[in-house]
């Protein structure tokens, strides 16, 4: 089940990659429509990372090629923002959670310019916004994971990007976090910005996202919540591995979605 769409912010055709010969993605095909929640699910070693990865170029692509906004990546490039898995991070790296805020700042200020006071402004307004304005001098390795992540959630916003990629933002962080990032991460996509994650929680995707990337190797289906997100396809998503989940049709009944949070 592909949904292909007009005008789409992203579009990703044919695209095949192999880690050391061995393929992890292949064929992927899909578009996606703008101001979308986009929720990239499947089992461990899917290649969601690795999606995100290769169409932010930071993995090679053994074949086919992207298009973000109608042109070429590196065209795009200003309007895309990455949030990486935080295990993947230094967090050890000296800086205040300010710092690493303003960090997002750097694409918009030109070679050697020097943050001015209205990108300090925006930093600490984004810190705000995450709740995270008490920790602005605080040094990132001094942070909890659940604040870390509010910190980096803060720095991609600061970027003031169309398009973000999120690599489980979820992972590690308390309930309230999760439910303060996901209300944040709709408002921007209320604002016409779109916003893809790598999800693992079968149980909260289709409260949380309105388009389903069902992903193991091949893409298995990419499309609106209510048709992506079906017992048929998440069982070829998962194969047998769905068992270990308490109930799929229960899984699947359940999320219904007049849950769904506007
Ligand atoms: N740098 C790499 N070199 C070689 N193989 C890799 C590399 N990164 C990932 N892989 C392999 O590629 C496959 C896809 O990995 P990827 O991290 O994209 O999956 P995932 O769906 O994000 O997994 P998870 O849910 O466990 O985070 C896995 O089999 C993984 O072992």
């Not at 090629?65 to 895309?80: A, H, M, N, P, Q």
């Not at 990108?119 to 705000?128: G, M, N, P, W």
Request: aromatic residues 8%.
């Amino acid at each position: 089940m592909i949904q292909h769409v007009e005008n789409p912010v992203l579009e990703i055709h044919d695209l095949t990659v192999t880690y050391n010969k061995k393929p992890v993605l292949w064929g992927i095909d899909l578009t996606l429509p703008a101001g979308s929640l986009v929720g990239i699910i499947g089992p461990n070693g899917a290649g969601k990372s690795t999606l995100i990865k290769s169409v932010m170029g930071l993995v090679p692509s053994g074949s086919g090629y992207v298009r973000v906004f109608d042109k070429t990546l590196d065209e795009s490039r200003g309007r895309i923002s990455y949030v990486p898995q935080r295990e993947s991070v230094d967090w050890d790296f000296p800086a205040s959670a300010l710092d690493i805020v303003l960090m997002g700042r750097y694409g918009k200020l030109g070679l050697f310019k020097r943050p001015r006071k209205a990108d300090y402004e925006v930093a600490e307004d984004c810190l705000r916004k995450v709740g995270m304005e008490g920790f602005k001098n605080r040094q990132i390795s001094q942070l909890s994971g659940g604040q870390q992540q509010r910190v980096f959630l803060a720095r991609a916003l600061a970027q003031e990007a169309d398009l973000y990629f999120m690599d489980e933002p979820f992972a590690g962080v308390d309930a309230s976090t999760e439910k303060a990032i996901i209300q944040l991460l709709r408002e921007m996509t209320q604002k016409g910005k779109t916003v893809i994650v790598v999800h693992h929680d079968l149980q909260s995707a289709t409260k949380y996202f309105n388009w389903i990337i069902l992903l193991n190797m091949r893409l298995v289906a990419s499309g609106p919540v209510e048709t992506a997100f079906t017992e048929a396809l998440l069982q070829e998503t998962y194969g047998g591995k769905l068992t270990l989940l308490s109930d799929v049709s229960d899984l699947v009944q359940k999320n219904q979605f007049p849950s769904r949070e506007k």
